[in-house]
């Protein structure tokens, strides 16, 4: 299993460096990213509405599927439109999300009020699918944020400082872990493993914003002041193994081990993305808050 995983591993690193790279070069923000994100945001939801019925709980599932869809591309369309018209539609791009959500929102109570025969079920389904939506499209449609107004480093920084962070949390519990975290949600976090998991994150940002952000997003005067290399680093990779944690809660809730298993050694998409799903917003204010780049 190890080796599947390793192997796996270095194959989804290979092809979302080509992707990056490929985007990077595009024309148009996004042209190669968004279609993977969409593909991302339509499994993951399928595997938090497989972990909600495992739990008992059936929201409709066509509202949530549709709703995550436009929440991703509410934050990828009007940015398209002004590369393509040169004028943006209405509101600024930043802000539709925002609405997109509440369109969503008003979406599932019209499933739910459609599909009502008797009391019970109705509160819970609405409050699953709200969390699904908020969990997977409002969380995926930042990285589309970050993308499209810091360029493709932002986005790079983002994925490098959770995901060594994981590596560093893997390696150094493996070796040295001894104090459980959550064993009741994940046995096999340690506090030792989530110091090595900041080290590595650190040394993460520390790379990224040296050596990728100068090359990859030159649209971004600086890559901001060295102390903010590090603040991202600990902010990013602390709220990555907290993604990490929450995903957790959602399969021990539903008994299950995995969100899906159709990859080996990973389970399923949201396996992957448990940590960047939260780190997200943290990276998005880092950039916003201007604590890294300019």
């Known amino acids: 299993m190890l080796r599947w995983r390793l192997l796996i591993g270095t194959l989804l690193i290979a092809v979302l460096a080509v992707l990056c790279w490929l985007d990077h070069e595009a024309a148009m923000p996004g042209l190669w990213l968004f279609p993977v994100a969409l593909v991302c945001t339509v499994a993951a939801t399928g595997e938090v509405l497989y972990l909600a019925n495992a739990a008992g709980v059936e929201p409709l599932s066509w509202t949530v599927y549709a709703g995550n869809v436009l929440l991703l591309a509410s934050s990828w369309v009007p940015h398209t439109w002004k590369t393509v018209t040169g004028a943006m539609p209405g509101a600024a791009a930043g802000t539709w999300p925002l609405p997109a959500l509440a369109l969503c929102v008003l979406l599932v109570f019209l499933g739910e009020m459609y599909r009502f025969q ?6 819970v389904n609405v409050g699953v699918a709200i969390l699904a939506l908020g969990y997977v499209g409002l969380l995926l449609s930042l990285l589309v944020q970050l993308r499209i107004q810091w360029g493709i480093g932002a986005l790079v920084s983002l994925l490098l400082v959770v995901k060594l962070g994981d590596v560093g949390a893997y390696t150094v519990g493996r070796i040295l872990g001894r104090h459980k975290i959550a064993p009741a949600l994940s046995p096999g976090k340690t ?3 989530a110091a090595g998991a900041l080290i590595f994150s650190c040394a993460a940002s520390w790379a990224a914003f040296a050596w990728v952000i100068p090359w990859a997003s030159p649209e971004a005067a600086s890559p901001g002041p060295r102390w903010g290399w590090l603040v991202f680093g600990l902010l990013v ?18 008994g299950k081990k995995d969100s899906s298993r159709w990859l080996p050694g990973f389970g399923g998409v949201l396996d992957i993305l448990d940590s960047v799903l939260l780190a997200a917003p943290v990276a998005w204010f880092c950039w916003a808050l201007g604590i890294v780049g300019r």
């Open 118 to 123: 008797k009391p019970g079920r109705a509160t």
């Open 237 to 254: 990779g602390t709220a990555g193994m907290v993604g990490d944690l929450a995903e957790s809660l959602l399969k021990r809730d539903a």
């Open 191 to 193: 506090f030792e493993g």
